[in-house]
Structures are given as structure tokens and as C-alpha cells.
């Protein structure tokens, strides 16, 4: 059974920092490309951050320089640091494990990040 679950979520002040973690487990972790996704109140879902199975790394151009995208296959684990957080990130973040081009796309349930003023 495919699970990914994310913790660290919160309520932080803007410019602080925040760390997500998505643990998976039901598949081969290091063969899948990991990704965050965010989706703010009333906006769509968007894509924040991914990472390959090479470790290579992608950055939506409202994060770049503030986040990273990191990976344990060690420890079937996705992280996302936030760091210099604006009251415009808060979202619920879901963790994501794809393999698309093989027809795989798994999702976990998310995490609230709120960031006050």
C-alpha cells in the first residue's frame, strides 16, 4: 500500500523558517521523481519544488532562493526548507512521488503551513 504522509506544518511568522517532511512507503522511493505542491485558498494547485531520482532539483520562480528540495532514499523520506517565509505562502503543501511516463502519480493528504504578518 502506497502511503506518503507530510508533517512539519504550522504556524510560523514571516520571515521564519519551517521544514515539511513526507515519508513514503509502498514503492521503490528512490526510482520516483519527488515533488511539493502547494494550494493556497481559493488559487489552484501549483507546483513549488521537485527533485529527480538523480537528485537533480526545479524551483517554481516564487521560491527560488527561499526553498530546497532535498531527499534521503535512505530513509524514504522528501524534504521541503522553507526558509523567509511570506504571509502569500500560506498553503496546504502535498508531498507528491511520480513516475508519470509509467503512468504512476501518488499524492499525500498535506499539511497546513500558515505564515503570519
Known amino acids: 500500500q502506497v502511503q506518503l504522509v507530510e508533517s512539519g506544518g504550522g504556524l510560523v511568522q514571516a520571515g521564519g523558517p519551517l521544514r515539511l517532511s513526507c515519508a513514503a512507503s509502498g514503492f521503490i522511493f528512490s526510482a520516483y521523481q519527488l515533488a511539493w505542491y502547494r494550494r493556497a485558498p481559493g488559487k489552484q494547485r501549483e507546483l513549488v519544488a521537485e527533485?529527480?531520482?538523480?537528485?537533480?532539483?526545479n524551483y517554481a520562480d516564487f521560491v527560488k532562493g527561499r526553498f530546497t528540495i532535498s531527499r534521503d532514499n535512505a530513509k524514504n523520506t522528501v524534504y521541503l526548507q522553507m526558509n523567509g517565509l511570506k504571509p502569500e505562502d500560506t498553503a496546504v503543501y502535498y508531498c507528491n512521488a511520480n513516475r508519470r511516463n509509467f503512468g504512476f502519480d501518488y499524492w499525500g493528504q498535506g499539511t497546513q503551513v500558515t505564515v503570519s504578518s
Open positions: 527533485i529527480t531520482s538523480g537528485g537533480s532539483t
